[in-house]
C-alpha cells in the first residue's frame, strides 16, 4: 500500500481530523432500517414502529431518546427514588449506545488518518520510527473527546412512508444531542488506544493493497491482547510456528506468508487473532489450530448425522430423544476447515493435524487442502511461498 502523495496528504494535527470524521458522520445520520427499527421497537417498547410513517415515528421516538425541542425527554432522565436511573432511561440509554455505535465506514475513515499520520510520522525520521506509545495513543482519545462536546448534535433518518428498505428516500429526520456518556462510548470503541507495533503496520502496508490493509488494521485494533510488544522473527527460526514465538511474532507471521488472494483473509486473521487470544503460553499453536479444525469437522459429521435422522423420523421424536438440532449448518463448519487448511499450511508450514474420524465425513466432503481461488496476477507468487 503506497503512501500518501500530492494533495492527499494528511498533515496538520490528528486529534482535530479524527474529531471531524466523528462530527461528519453525526451529521450525515444513522438511518433507521429494518433491523435497527426491531430493536428499537423491543427495547423501547414500540411496537409497529416500523411501519409506521417518519414523522409520526420521529414524534415517538423523540420524547424517549432526548430529542424534543427543549434536548430533554420526559421518559429519558427520570430517576428512581433511590437515584439510580428508572427503567425508561436505561432503556432510552441502551437504545443510543446502539444508534452510536462507530459503523465500518467511520472507522475505516479514522483508520486511513491514522495510517497517513504514520507515513507522515515514518518521513520525518526514517531512520528511527518507534512502536506507538499506548500512553500517546490513550491521549489521542482524549484529545479527540475533548473537541466533541457534550450534546453534539446528531441526525436520525426515517422512512417518510413506513416500512421502506434501507435505501429508500428518508424525508424525515431527528436531530438528537449526543450525551457526554454516548459519545465516550463512541471515542472509546474507536480504539485509538490500541497500538499497533511499527514492525506489524509496516508489513501490512507493504504486503496488501489499500482496501484490504484498512480491513487488517481494523482486525488488528480488535484484538482482544496486546499487539505492543515488538515482534522479532529470524530468519533461522522453524516455519513450523514453535513455541518460543510470541503472539506478535504469529501475528506477525500470518500478515508475512498468508496469501493476499485468498478470499477469507480477512476472516482468518480475525480466527487467528482469536486463537492466539486463547493460547496458553509455551503451548504449540499447530496443536491449538489443529484442535479447533477437528472441533469443526466433528460438528460437520454430527450435522451431517442430525439431518439424516431428521429425514427418517421428526423433530418432536428427536427431542423426546434428547437430539438437539446442530447450532453450526453443516457446509459452514466445512467451509471453515478448508479455511484452516489453508491457513495451516500458509502460515505455520504443514497441514493441520488430521481428525482420526474424517473418514466418516459425508462423500461430498474437501478431500487435501483447497488453497483457494488461483489469481492469474499473483496466485503463482503466492503458490511459491506456500510450497517455500
Same mark, same amino acid.
Given at each position: 500500500?503506497?503512501?500518501?502523495?500530492? %494533495?492527499?496528504?494528511?498533515?496538520?494535527?490528528?486529534?482535530?481530523?479524527?474529531?471531524?470524521?466523528?462530527? #461528519?458522520?453525526?451529521?450525515?445520520?444513522?438511518?433507521?432500517?429494518?433491523?435497527?427499527?426491531?430493536?428499537?421497537?423491543?427495547?423501547?417498547?414500540?411496537?409497529?414502529?416500523?411501519?409506521?410513517?417518519?414523522?409520526?415515528?420521529?414524534?415517538? =421516538?423523540?420524547?424517549? =431518546?432526548?430529542?424534543?425541542?427543549?434536548?430533554?425527554?420526559?421518559?429519558?432522565?427520570?430517576?428512581?427514588?433511590?437515584?439510580?436511573?428508572?427503567? %425508561? $432511561?436505561?432503556?432510552?440509554?441502551?437504545?443510543?449506545?446502539?444508534?452510536?455505535?462507530?459503523?465500518?465506514?467511520? #472507522?475505516?475513515?479514522?483508520?486511513? =488518518?491514522?495510517?497517513?499520520?504514520?507515513?507522515? $510520522?515514518?518521513?520525518?525520521?526514517?531512520?528511527?520510527?518507534?512502536?506507538?506509545?499506548?500512553?500517546?495513543?490513550?491521549?489521542?482519545?482524549?484529545?479527540?473527546?475533548?473537541?466533541?462536546?457534550?450534546?453534539? %448534535?446528531?441526525? =436520525?433518518?426515517?422512512?417518510?412512508?413506513?416500512?421502506?428498505?434501507?435505501?429508500?428516500?428518508? $424525508? $424525515?429526520?431527528?436531530?438528537?444531542?449526543?450525551?457526554?456518556?454516548?459519545?465516550?462510548?463512541?471515542?472509546? #470503541?474507536?480504539?485509538?488506544?490500541?497500538?499497533?507495533?511499527?514492525?506489524?503496520?509496516?508489513?501490512?502496508?507493504?504486503?496488501?493493497?489499500e482496501p484490504q490493509a484498512l480491513a487488517v488494521r481494523l482486525a488488528l485494533r480488535d484484538a482482544r491482547f496486546e499487539l505492543a510488544e515488538t515482534p522479532a522473527v529470524s530468519a533461522a527460526e522453524s516455519s513450523a510456528g514453535t513455541a518460543r514465538e510470541s503472539r506478535p511474532d504469529l501475528v506477525l507471521r500470518f500478515i508475512q506468508r498468508m496469501p493476499p488472494s485468498d478470499p477469507g483473509y480477512v476472516e482468518a486473521l480475525a480466527l487467528w487473532l482469536d486463537l492466539l487470544h486463547d493460547l496458553p503460553p509455551g503451548a504449540s499453536a499447530h496443536a491449538a489450530l489443529s484442535a479447533r479444525r477437528e472441533r469443526l469437522s466433528r460438528a460437520a459429521r454430527e450435522a451431517d448425522e442430525f439431518t439424516e435422522r431428521l429425514g427418517r423420523l421428526n423433530m418432536e421424536i428427536l427431542m423426546l430423544q434428547g437430539v438437539h438440532a446442530p447450532a453450526l449448518d453443516a457446509a459452514e463448519a466445512r467451509r471453515r476447515v478448508r479455511l484452516m487448511d489453508r491457513m495451516c499450511l500458509a502460515v505455520l508450514g504443514r497441514p493441520a493435524a488430521p481428525d482420526p474420524a474424517e473418514e466418516g465425513m459425508a462423500p461430498d466432503a474437501p478431500a487435501g487442502h483447497d488453497l483457494g481461488a488461483f489469481d492469474p496476477a499473483t496466485g503463482l507468487d503466492d503458490l511459491m511461498r506456500l510450497l517455500s
Open positions: 500500500m503506497p503512501g500518501p502523495s500530492g %494533495p492527499s496528504r494528511v498533515s496538520g494535527p490528528l486529534a482535530p481530523r479524527i474529531a471531524d470524521a466523528v462530527r #461528519r458522520w453525526l451529521a450525515t445520520g444513522v438511518r433507521l432500517g429494518p433491523e435497527t427499527c426491531a430493536f428499537l421497537e423491543a427495547q423501547l417498547d414500540l411496537p409497529g414502529l416500523a411501519a409506521l410513517p417518519g414523522a409520526e415515528a420521529a414524534a415517538r =421516538l423523540a420524547p424517549l =431518546l432526548g430529542a424534543a425541542p427543549e434536548g430533554r425527554g420526559a421518559g429519558a432522565t427520570g430517576h428512581g427514588k433511590d437515584g439510580a436511573p428508572d427503567q %425508561p $432511561a436505561a432503556d432510552a440509554e441502551t437504545a443510543l449506545e446502539y444508534l452510536f455505535y462507530p459503523d465500518t465506514a467511520l #472507522r475505516l475513515t479514522v483508520e486511513r =488518518l491514522l495510517v497517513h499520520a504514520d507515513w507522515t $510520522a515514518s518521513e520525518s525520521a526514517p531512520d528511527s520510527v518507534p512502536d506507538p506509545d499506548p500512553v500517546i495513543a490513550s491521549s489521542l482519545s482524549a484529545a479527540v473527546l475533548r473537541l466533541l462536546p457534550p450534546d453534539s %448534535p446528531a441526525v =436520525l433518518h426515517l422512512s417518510e412512508t413506513g416500512n421502506e428498505p434501507q435505501h429508500a428516500p428518508h $424525508a $424525515a429526520r431527528l436531530v438528537l444531542p449526543v450525551p457526554g456518556w454516548a459519545m465516550a462510548q463512541l471515542v472509546r #470503541r474507536l480504539r485509538l488506544d490500541r497500538a499497533i507495533p511499527a514492525g506489524i503496520a509496516e508489513a501490512v502496508s507493504h504486503a496488501l493493497p
